[in-house]
């Protein structure tokens, strides 16, 4: 099994910048892929970035270069640089992993908030 846990969500101004990361433990050789996913109230959960162990990664078309993955395998950490976030950025932020074996685990999620 592998556990995940997030940070660095908070309050942000729109316009600023917030930088979320995910940790993960327990068997993490078996990780395939971590990534991002959010969910706004009312939305369902919807991809935001994914990031292979081999650094490929995969943006979500609302991206649009405002928001950066990467991973640090070393530390079995993937971060989310957010930038020029606007109001539709808030949500709550959840860690994926990927299973080379065909399952997915969650992290609890971190909550981002965009507001002046």
């Known amino acids: 099994q592998v556990q995940l846990v997030e940070s660095g969500g908070g309050l942000v101004r729109p316009g600023g910048s917030l930088t979320l990361s995910c940790t993960a433990s327990g068997t993490v050789f078996n990780i395939y892929a971590m990534g991002w996913y959010r969910q706004a109230p009312g939305n369902e959960r919807e991809l935001v970035a994914q990031?292979?162990?081999?650094?490929?990664?995969h943006y979500a078309d609302f991206v649009k270069g405002r928001l950066t993955i990467s991973r640090d395998n070393a530390k079995n950490t993937v971060y989310l640089h957010m930038n020029s976030v606007n109001d539709e950025d808030t949500a709550i932020y959840y860690c994926n992993a990927a299973m080379d074996y065909g399952m997915e685990y969650w992290g609890k999620g971190t909550l981002v908030t965009v507001s002046s």
């Open positions: 990031i292979t162990n081999r650094g490929r990664t």
